[in-house]
């Protein structure tokens, strides 16, 4: 399997944990967030510092501008898709925030000039029709999900812009800079954005913290990192088609710790999307050449 393959599984996996670990934290959305970001944040510099000083003392304004953009975006994302899981399921929350490959797409189209090949076109279909299927399954439960499908939908657009940011930084800054600088703003943005809406960062149980620790630890450092390691060499769009598999190992995952059955259109949605990942990838092994990069410094 070739290496940017194997990132990105591994990305997925531990991404998949995500909403797990969030609905097992007993704290609020905002604080949640702020934990995970912080303490990735906490993690990374030292290693950064260590390794990449002369690189930092390099960067222009114009790349602290766009890192700086890019931690806004991640921040919303945040924000918003952990606060959706507060309103519906799990299986609606992951599905509609993983939803981004058609923004990346046009976005990458009509800003960026980037060309989309016609397996990814027919992918991006596939999977769009796994996400509606599961999407309209679990609204037609209730429309109290209605605000959190809102809010995880947010969350999409916001991951497609700091996704379509960090396409472009990362052709000329390394992984460990760029994940220190998005990390430290977006933490500090919702450590903002928490002490505004009157939360509190103390006072939880153990177990909570212990949850916390594991969501930096787990889908953010190992999974996110992965995943930014893998822009160096294939598109957003591939990226994102990639994290469609995040709903279905979130789903399989909540069937076995929470006893959230799948419905019938979930497994088909299901299904679905895992097709549409997998005409993707083969289609894009075949050509042998993933986004056109050269090999990456990260």
Known sequence: MKKQYLGISVGVAAVSF??????????????????RLTLATLVLWPPTLAAARPELRGLSRRDLGLAFLSSVFLALHFGLWITSLSYTSIATSVILVTSSPLFVAVFSYFVFRESISW?????????????????FDNWSQGSLSLLGSVLAFLGALAVSGYLLIGRRLRQRMGILVYSSLTYTSSAVLLVIA???????FFGYSG???????????????????????????????LITIAVLGEPVGANILAFFIFHETPRLLEAVGGVLILGGIGVTFWRESVRGSVGGLPA???
């Open 18 to 35: 995500a909403a797990i670990l969030i609905r097992l934290a007993d704290a609020p959305p905002l604080v949640i967030a702020a934990w």
């Open 119 to 135: 397996n990814i076109v027919i992918g991006i279909g596939v999977c769009i029709a796994g996400t509606l299927l599961i999407g």
């Open 194 to 200: 928490a002490l505004v809406a009157g939360e509190r």
């Open 207 to 237: 177990e909570t913290y212990l949850w916390m620790v594991l969501l930096a630890f787990g889908p953010q450092i190992l999974g996110h990192l992965s995943l930014n390691w893998a822009l160096r060499f294939v598109t957003a769009t």
């Open 296 to 298: 990456s410094r990260g």
